[in-house]
């Protein structure tokens, strides 16, 4: 099915512990993002890629590196996960109209 | 500084009758503007989007109206049903440069009561 596709779902992680947050797209889209949900607080940009082989920072970036490894694939990771990046997050994909959203990550940070 | 702004949290509407979803917005250089409905455990799926050139867009039960004036766009359901029920999020972007994003609104929660 054509999409987004997020890994995993869900994830607890203990306070200092890494994770990569896993996204995929099959729609040919250039550019992906990666955002944070928070209660109150909408959809925050924490980084996005406009085309393979670049990234810029959004609006939360600290804490948090991005690597778009093939035009398909967009990676978030946190190298030392704190009670702050607890959060659902969502990645999307763009051809240049609207946005199409993973299902979410909900990550525990404990 | 939040540029896009739904004031309402949530909002609570008998079934059938018209929901009215309101977004205000800061930055005049918005030209696109986009409503993105949100289940729970899901992502936010597109829903209708209106450019700056028109005032009004219409998609069956659901229309998007444009006050660039007053900077505030508003989404109208009508009939409100059971399956509205769901997070309401706005979007707006400025369609410069290379770079295509889009600034969000904190989102309302629409209640549809039987």
């Known amino acids: 099915n054509a999409g987004v596709t997020q890994t995993p779902k869900f994830q607890v992680l203990k306070t200092g512990q890494s994770m990569t947050l896993q996204c995929a797209q099959d729609?040919?889209?250039?550019?992906m993002y990666w955002y944070r949900q928070d209660p109150g607080m909408g959809l925050r940009l924490i980084y996005y890629?406009?085309?393979?082989?670049?990234?810029d920072k959004g609006e939360v970036p600290n804490g948090y590196n991005v690597s778009r490894l093939n035009k398909r694939e967009f990676s978030l990771r946190l190298e030392s996960a704190a009670p702050s990046q607890t959060s659902v997050y969502f990645c999307?994909?763009?051809?240049?109209?609207?946005?199409?959203f993973g299902s979410g990550t909900r990550l525990t940070v404990v | 500084d939040q540029q896009v702004k739904q004031n309402s949290p949530s909002l609570s509407v008998q079934e059938g009758r018209i929901s009215i979803l309101n977004c205000d917005y800061t930055?005049?250089?918005?030209?696109?503007f986009l409503w993105y409905k949100k289940y729970p455990a899901e992502g936010p799926t597109f829903l209708i989007s209106?450019?700056?050139i028109k005032d009004k867009n219409e998609d069956g039960r659901f229309t998007v109206f444009l006050n660039k004036s007053a900077k505030h766009l508003s989404l109208h359901i009508v009939p409100s049903q059971p399956g509205d029920s769901a997070v309401y999020f706005c979007?707006?972007?400025?369609?410069?440069?290379?770079?295509?994003?889009?600034?969000w609104g904190a989102g309302t929660k629409l209640i549809i009561k039987p």
């Open positions: 999307a994909s763009s051809g240049g109209g609207g946005y199409t």
């Open positions: 729609m040919n889209h250039n550019s």
């Open positions: 890629s406009a085309s393979e082989g670049t990234t």
């Open positions: 930055n005049s250089m918005f030209d696109y």
């Open positions: 209106i450019s700056s």
């Open positions: 979007a707006a972007s400025a369609t410069f440069g290379s770079n295509y994003q889009l600034i």
